[in-house]
Nanobody, 119 residues
């Protein structure tokens, strides 16, 4: 049984910062790849940032230089540090963990946390 819970969302002014957290149970972050996705109103869900078990990080072009993904394997928690926020960053942000078992993959999702960037 895997459970992911996001926190840290809210309302922030353009140019501001937020740190999102994803706490997990039933799965070890150290053994799996994971990432943050977001979905804005009227748009498709998109990958924002990912981090592997190596670890190595990848970012969407739209957030490079502004967002930083990290994880604490001891606390089994993943973070997304967001800086220089723009109105277009407004979305529901979802935590994702991908478990690879042989030739199959299994994706687990949190319920999401709302981030609103507005004056």
């Amino acid at each position: 049984q895997v459970q992911l819970v996001e926190s840290g969302g809210g309302l922030v002014q353009p140019g501001g910062s937020l740190r999102l957290s994803c706490a997990a149970s039933g799965i070890f972050f150290s053994m799996n790849d994971m990432g943050w996705y977001r979905q804005a109103p009227g748009k498709q869900r998109e990958l924002v940032a990912s981090i592997t078990s190596d670890p190595s990080a990848n970012y969407a072009d739209s957030v490079k230089g502004r967002f930083t993904i990290s994880r604490d394997n001891v606390k089994n928690t993943m973070y997304l540090q967001m800086s220089s926020l723009k109105p277009e960053d407004t979305a529901v942000y979802y935590c994702n963990v991908r478990r690879m078992i042989g030739q199959k993959s299994y994706d687990y999702w949190g319920p999401g946390t709302q981030v609103t960037v507005s004056s």
